[in-house]
């Protein structure tokens, strides 16, 4: 696989989602902590771009600014169409409904206890408006084909992970998002799930997702620095 970008430099059109000039500031006792200054990204439709950098440098708000999470100082984010800066909370949760997928770093974060693994992806069809029909193949698209009646209990981590990821991709979201989602797995299941990044990708998805995991960023068709909030020059 050729190195990735350091910036997405796609046209307009090719765009999944795009932020300009990002600002986010945080009050503390301490005084105000800049997380965000004046960040530009742009998300390639039907590519893995990772948010880079280290512990604190901005990485998971720049993910809850795409997310319509977290509210901004300065800027504006496009997603599908809508500024999720300036939208309404109601069009932020419909936009996420919609268009999103979202993935949590806790893998207990991601799936219902009593449901299993292609219930899971059923579910999660049925609130984005799709059809149970594609979770078989999703399963067998993140590797997992044989695992569709288990509950997460019954699942590894990375296991469940990977089902999280397929709940998130069905229905075709404008755009998946993903924080650290290797952080908790030993290095097995963190290749998996590397694995199961690359062939959502090959199936169309788009995924933006933040990691300080170089076996993510070695995955990434393009990839974004960032360094005490601000990107990085290569």
Request: proline share 6%.
């Amino acid at each position: 696989m050729p190195a990735p970008d350091p910036t997405v430099t796609a046209p307009p059109a090719e765009w999944a989602a795009r932020a300009r000039r990002i600002t986010v500031d945080y009050a503390t006792s301490a005084g105000v902590v800049h997380a965000l200054h004046e960040v530009d990204a742009a998300v390639g439709r039907g590519r893995l771009t990772v948010v880079a950098g280290p512990s604190g440098s901005g990485k998971s708000t720049l993910l809850r600014v795409f997310a319509g999470l977290q509210r901004v100082v300065d800027g504006e984010v496009e997603v599908d169409g809508l500024d999720v800066t300036r939208a309404r909370a109601g069009a932020r949760r419909r936009l996420r409904r919609r268009a999103m997928g979202v993935v949590l770093q806790d893998p207990a974060d991601n799936l219902l206890t009593y449901l299993r693994s292609v219930e899971q992806i059923e579910l999660s069809a049925r609130l984005r408006g799709a059809g149970p029909a594609e979770a078989p193949s999703l399963l067998e698209a993140v590797g997992l084909a044989d695992r569709a009646r288990s509950f997460p209990s019954e699942l590894s981590g990375g296991e469940q992970q990977r089902v999280a990821f397929a709940a998130a991709a069905v229905g075709q979201p404008r755009l998946l998002l993903a924080d650290e989602p290797t952080a908790e797995l030993d290095g097995g299941a963190g290749a998996d799930l590397v694995a199961t990044m690359r062939r959502l990708v090959e199936r169309g998805a788009t995924l933006l997702v933040a990691s300080h995991d170089t076996a993510v960023m070695d995955a990434a068709d393009d990839l974004l620095t960032l360094r005490d909030g601000r990107v990085a020059t290569p």
